[in-house]
């Protein structure tokens, strides 16, 4: 169940590149395309550097109060500002508030996001007894699941609509949709067990008192390779399977069910 709800926030914070080429008309309006495409995707790109704020934040609270509370937050955080993206009033009906508004989401989902998958690979850890390295394997497997999820409810809804619906009201479903299934997962969540080794800090009184310090203190090699070895992922899988889609059929005017379909 914690892979799930990995699942569904990766789901979640894709599925908004997946519709950037209905989101730049009806939220960037611009005579030039490529202005309104790279003006939705700098958008976007507000959730990656809200990450690492969430991931400070929600780690330094779960040392602190437990990994459950941070788990159940995250994931309700981000399934209430995914379905609130797509209740959002368009530019033309409200103006400049509509594309400040959806940035402010964006925001909350990759601040949202920053906490989850650290704080997923920390609870793993520290309930697995067997063969942990596979587990986690499982963990990015069901992230990148996510992304796919995400790329065939794009392709169904471009099966199922006209260009004209989906651009009218189609492009909201996927928002609803993945808000729906993270409330689904947040009443699941709630249902969690605390980790054995939170408990047990706690009752020997060793938890620290402020976490973060104590992580640059005596970890900062393993922060510096860690940075390193995600930062060529953090790049090529956006690149790939978020921005593509967006470039070909919105600049290009590849046909949206096919690209869907291919992932790019």
């Not at 309104?36 to 780690?59: D, E, H, K």
């Not at 995400?150 to 099966?159: D, I, P, T």
């Not at 492009?171 to 969540?189: A, E, K, N, Q």
Request: a positive charge.
């Amino acid at each position: 169940m914690t892979s799930l709800g990995g699942f569904l926030e990766f789901y979640d914070f894709v599925i908004y590149a997946l519709m950037a080429r209905y989101l730049s008309d009806l939220f960037f309006p611009s005579h030039y395309p490529y202005t309104s495409l790279l003006t939705t995707f700098a958008s976007f790109s507000v959730g990656y550097l809200a990450r690492p704020l969430g991931g400070v934040i929600f780690g330094h609270f779960g040392d602190r109060f437990g990994r459950k509370p941070t788990f159940v937050i995250t994931v309700l955080m981000m399934a209430l500002s995914t379905a609130l993206i797509g209740c959002l009033p368009t530019y033309d009906q409200i103006g400049l508030a509509a594309p400040l508004l959806l940035t402010l989401l964006r925001v909350f989902q990759g601040f949202s996001i920053g906490g989850e998958i650290p704080g997923a690979m920390t609870y793993l850890s520290e309930t697995v007894d067997q063969r942990p390295g596979l587990v986690m394997g499982l963990l990015f497997l069901a992230l990148v699941n996510g992304v796919v999820f995400g790329s065939l409810v794009e392709a169904f809804m471009l099966w199922w609509l006209t260009p004209a619906q989906m651009s009218d009201w189609g492009w909201r479903v996927p928002f609803w949709l993945g808000g729906t299934l993270g409330i689904c997962s947040y009443v699941v969540r709630k249902r969690f067990n605390e980790s054995r080794l939170f408990l047990e800090l706690g009752e020997r009184k060793e938890q620290a008192r402020v976490p973060l310090a104590q992580l640059f203190s005596k970890h900062k090699l393993s922060i510096l390779c860690g940075t390193l070895l995600i930062i060529p992922v953090a790049v090529s899988m956006p690149l790939l399977f978020l921005f593509t889609p967006g470039y070909l059929t919105k600049l290009l005017a590849y046909d949206a069910s096919q690209v869907a379909i291919t992932g790019g």
